[in-house]
């Protein structure tokens, strides 16, 4: 494989609390992600994928290893640089990482441009954009708490697309959800993947969506234990041809849009 990964990381380890409260999370994970893969990160409750995904985020620092975003050690950016990239490549739908309950769907979708600087009206329009993809237009005016608990992780992925990031990190993006919910949230970050090309690194313990993604790997202790590539996965973020073995249909996102 010659071209480089959109995430490099290499010896990374990150320990939680002091002395005897001291807990190993991750123990030593080395890992490439290119750009328009699907990854799912799979394990037991504790094993560390939260902590990863955070780390992969850049939300967190390691305690030891480096991650490289694009050939760069992230570990030289200055905070200010840090949050604009975050900002502008990175899309998160975590549940623990939620909405302004109090505020309406549509300014909750609007922040990352609003940080961003885009202007009133293009910003508006954008996030109008975004929740027509999640068909949650009609609820743009409501308070974000008011929503089911479906609707609101809607929220979060209209909210994690609205910048074009160039990575989606998704947390337990199906859980909690109906079936029929989950489902169409596994599409609409497919579509993004395979329409956009957009990377999506998706933490879950649903084994269905695992089997979609392109690459899965396991963690266990810390630790990757195991790393499966599905078939026609040629490691280039061309996974199409697998995923359409698995009959998942596409949705065209710039069509409902
Ligand atoms: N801030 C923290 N302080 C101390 N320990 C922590 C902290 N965050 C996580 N841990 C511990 O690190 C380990 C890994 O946690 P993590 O949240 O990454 O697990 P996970 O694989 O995402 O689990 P789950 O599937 O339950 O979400 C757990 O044992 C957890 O208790
Ligand atoms: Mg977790």
Redesign the pocket.
Known sequence: MSKRPLLSVRGLRKT??KRDAR?E?LRGIDLDIYEGESVAII?K???????LMHLLALLDKPTEGTIKLNGKDTSKLRQGKLNDLRNKEFGFVFQSFFMNSNDSVLNNVILPLKIAGVGFRERRRRAMEALKVVELDDKAKNKANDLSGGQKQRVCIARAIVNDPKIIFADEPTGNLDSATGERIQKLLFGLNEKKGITVII?T?DQDLADKCGRQIH?SDGQISEERTLANFDGDGNNDGMRDQNNIHHIDIEEEA
């Open positions: 939680y609390g807990f999370a394990g409750s504790g094993s560390g994928k939260s902590t933490v313990h963690i």
